[in-house]
């Protein structure tokens, strides 16, 4: 029974490349949200998705940061450009549902760092 | 909007202290409640969690009671461990928004 899964953990990229970070929700779970934690600080909400479809980006930046949760396949948090400011742990959580009672599963993160 | 607020840290606990962590929350609905904790360089894991007014959530000898009159849901532990070292954050869950509190760092010397 495996929980969240992130990749990878740790991810290094010079300014301006591209970020890749990859969610793979609880097995039957359709929801997924995507968090930032910047150093010393709490978690920030980014982006609520189910399957195909963004159901609130109000947490993400509106430049350079994209989030897709395709019919197969794992979540994608997409960084383009990436700055120093960019580098944080990243998480990702998924429940069942959002009845308001389902409880949120985080994976281990992917912590980005930004050279 | 809705929001979490816990108390700032650092927290410095010898072993076996008394632990509470302070949370208030605000929310215009009824919002579920947890406790989440983050051990050095890992991801967030449940610790316990309440769904309505007067519920006490425990676990691994934590426990927190939904106190809807004073909008609270502090953290406990009669007697803490070395092992108990981490960070902690309220969280409430209410009309599709998961809101955290900053976070409480937690350090217990033996």
């Known amino acids: 029974n495996a929980g969240v899964m992130q990749n990878p953990r740790h991810l290094v990229r010079r300014r301006g490349q591209e970020a890749r970070l990859r969610c793979s929700p609880m097995k039957g779970h359709s929801h997924v949200y995507w968090y930032r934690q910047l150093p010393e600080e709490g978690l920030k909400f980014m982006v609520y998705?189910?399957?195909?479809?963004?159901?609130?980006e109000s947490g993400m930046p509106k430049e350079r940061f994209s989030a897709e949760f395709p019919k197969e396949g794992p979540s994608i948090l997409r960084i383009q450009q990436v700055v120093r400011g960019d580098s944080a742990a990243y998480f990702c959580?998924?429940?069942?549902?959002?009845?308001?009672?389902?409880?949120?599963?985080f994976g281990p993160g992917t912590r980005l760092l930004v050279l | 909007g809705d929001s979490v607020t816990q108390m700032e840290g650092p927290v410095t606990l010898s072993e076996e202290a008394f632990l509470t962590i302070n949370c208030t929350y605000t929310a215009t609905g009824y919002p579920s409640l947890f406790w989440y904790v983050q051990y050095p360089g890992e991801g967030l894991q449940l610790l316990l969690k309440?769904?309505?007014?007067?519920d006490k959530g425990s676990n691994k000898g934590f426990e927190a009671t939904y106190r809807k009159e004073t909008t609270s849901f502090h953290l406990e532990k009669g007697s803490v461990q070395v092992s108990d070292s981490a960070v902690y954050f309220c969280?409430?869950?209410?009309?599709?928004?998961?809101?955290f509190g900053a976070g409480t760092r937690l350090t217990v010397k033996p």
């Open positions: 969280a409430l869950f209410d009309n599709n928004d998961m809101r």
């Open positions: 959580a998924s429940s069942a549902g959002t009845s308001g009672r389902e409880t949120q599963y």
């Open positions: 998705l189910q399957k195909e479809n963004i159901i609130d």
């Open positions: 309440a769904t309505k007014a007067d």
